[in-house]
């Protein structure tokens, strides 16, 4: 195996963190799994567009307290996603007065879609400067990977495991599609680089269970590919991304107020 010093590959290379985390939910602009989030003083629980039902709360990330080496690179506030588990498919009738719904106005949205910019999820950095409400988490109830009513149990992030990452095999191909000058022996390395582990971290390179899946910007249209989070299934929340897969949350590097979410499975 080459050594990282002879890595053609040196100038991809991205850094990542693993969360260091402990049980309990801790103050609500801390960074966490589960647990209680930061909510507006006017601020009702956020519902699922789709079916209406409360959305789980999956992760909060306060930007002001992630590795200085990336502190000022996703935006400033507290990072949210929320998530609805229901497995319920909605139909969506978007016929005006002067059209038929006949004529294929009829939109079937389901909340298991894994697709960017699917209604299902809410996905936003907030600025917590005044005061936060006073809420309790509702029962909400997950048909996938657990049967547990309510929030997910907390898990508050406490530090963060810096390591290197490469790009595994599905970006590595993306990158010579794009006419990236890679030479023989980046072809040699690449076979070289064991693949990230699945875990949940922040930043780095996505573990793509299928291809490349970068989505555009709707600002600009340029890719999407600046990895803010991963999530792996049942890593720090007890949670399947469909057959054990991984979710992920991306970034336009222009626009850090475009923020989106998709998955992945075998």
Not at 214 to 238: E, R
Request: proline residues 8%.
């Amino acid at each position: 195996t080459a050594e990282i010093s002879d890595n053609p590959l040196e100038r991809f290379k991205r850094l990542a963190w693993k969360p260091i985390v402990k049980e309990g939910d801790g103050d609500l602009r801390s960074s966490k799994f589960g647990g209680k989030p930061w909510l507006g003083a006017d601020e009702g629980w956020p519902l699922c567009p789709n079916c209406d039902n409360p959305m789980r709360f999956f992760l909060q990330i306060n930007l002001a307290e992630i590795p200085e080496a990336i502190r000022s690179k996703f935006g400033q506030g507290i990072l949210q996603f929320f998530y609805c588990t229901y497995e319920t498919t909605i139909e969506h009738d978007h016929s005006t007065p002067n059209t038929s719904v006949m004529s294929g106005n009829i939109e079937h949205q389901s909340c298991l879609d894994p697709s960017p910019f699917s209604r299902h999820r809410l996905i936003r950095i907030v600025q917590a400067d005044g005061v936060s409400g006073v809420f309790e988490v509702p029962e909400t109830v997950c048909q996938l990977a657990d049967s547990s009513e309510g929030g997910f149990p907390p898990r508050r992030i406490v530090g963060w495991q810096q390591y290197d990452e490469y790009p595994g095999y599905a970006d590595y191909e993306n990158l010579r599609r794009a006419d990236v000058s890679l030479s023989d022996d980046d072809d040699n390395y690449i076979q070289a680089v064991a693949e990230s582990p699945e875990i949940d971290k922040l930043a780095g390179w996505p573990l793509w269970i299928q291809d490349v899946e970068y989505p555009a910007c709707p600002t600009c249209q340029q890719p999407m590919n600046q990895l803010v989070f991963q999530l792996a299934s049942d890593d720090n929340i007890p949670f399947l991304w469909g057959d054990v897969g991984i979710g992920y949350l991306l970034q336009c590097p222009e626009h850090t107020d475009q923020i989106t979410f998709l998955s992945q499975c075998g």
